[in-house]
């Protein structure tokens, strides 16, 4: 079932081990988003939601298909963002936020949409409906990447102790623009299992990537750029993070048209 709401350079990746290692062995990681344009595609999902799985499951083949370090050049980066408004329908997903409704419900607003639902897919920032047919996904994709980037972005982490580090990311736009543009950071986690005991799910053993577990943003950018210095301790955000399974995500986007512009990845969970 969906629920609708009426609204008024080559990307560069290391191995973390933060868990395993000691802040005396801690190193500086870092990755830099490439010359042409990559597509943020974003997942708004629940758990509570029976029509979501399959989307969950297209979401992890996509990003294993598109892990930095494959063959070809980087074509997405993929995010799952957990809505709340399935919470009070039988079971409360433990990844569900708020802020993941109210950028649902901002993405929509741009295209002059008042509705939500489960699953959506926004690719580059603009919804796409015909997500799970291959060939309309890869012409939307292909139509970001085959342009050049008009951003660059850097992520950097150092580790200061065993799962915790310093994560600095600068943005910058290529050429000077009358827009306003934010930029937002990203911690997804993959591998995480959920057995739901309500709900439309219920019975259910639900398996999830890309899930975002911290959200960051937006940070408005000043002259074209902006510099984003965060300390992030993942027992903050659950003592169940696994060091080996999160990655960082940055990017930037138009705050008149909502057009995501350019995005990067920092994978450590592989």
């Given at each position: 079932m969906q629920i609708l709401i009426d609204v008024s350079k080559q990307l560069v990746l290391t191995m973390l081990g933060f868990g395993l290692a000691s802040a005396a062995q801690a190193q500086d990681y870092s990755a830099q988003s490439p010359a042409n344009r990559v597509a943020l595609v974003e997942l708004y999902s629940s758990e509570g939601?029976?029509?979501?799985?399959?989307?969950?499951q297209w979401l992890s083949r996509q990003g294993a298909q598109a892990k930095p370090g494959?063959?070809?050049?980087?074509r997405i980066v993929p995010l799952a963002l957990h809505v709340d408004y399935w919470d009070d329908l039988g079971w409360k997903d433990r990844f569900g936020d708020h802020r993941f409704t109210v950028r649902q419900q901002e993405l929509a607003a741009f295209?002059?949409?008042?509705?939500?639902?489960?699953?959506?897919?926004?690719?580059?920032?603009?919804?796409?409906?015909?997500?799970?047919?291959?060939?309309?996904?890869?012409?939307?994709?292909?139509?970001?990447?085959?342009?050049?980037?008009?951003?660059?972005?850097?992520?950097?982490?150092?580790?200061?102790?065993?799962?915790?580090?310093?994560?600095?990311?600068?943005?910058?736009?290529?050429q000077p623009s009358k827009d306003g543009h934010n930029a937002y950071v990203a911690l997804y986690e993959n591998q995480l299992v959920s057995k739901?005991?309500?709900?439309?799910?219920?019975?259910?053993?639900?398996?999830?990537?890309?899930?975002?577990?911290?959200?960051?943003?937006?940070f408005a950018l000043t002259d074209g750029m902006?510099?984003?210095?965060?300390?992030?301790?993942?027992?903050?955000?659950?003592?169940d993070v696994r060091a080996d399974r999160f990655g960082i995500v940055a990017f930037v986007q138009n705050a008149r048209s909502g057009e995501v512009l350019q995005v990067a990845r920092l994978a450590v969970d592989h």
């Open positions: 939601c029976n029509s979501c799985p399959p989307a969950d494959q063959a070809g050049p980087e295209t002059n949409s008042r509705v939500v639902y489960t699953p959506e897919i926004f690719v580059g920032g603009r919804e796409l409906r015909q997500w799970s047919a291959n060939k309309a996904f890869d012409a939307a994709v292909a139509k970001i990447t085959e342009q050049p980037s008009p951003a660059d972005i850097a992520i950097k982490l150092s580790g200061t102790a065993a799962r915790n580090f310093d994560l600095s990311t600068k943005v910058k736009l290529r739901v005991a309500a709900g439309e799910n219920d019975g259910v053993t639900l398996h999830h990537d890309y899930v975002v577990r911290r959200w960051l943003g937006p902006v510099q984003i210095n965060e300390k992030i301790a993942l027992d903050s955000i659950g003592t």
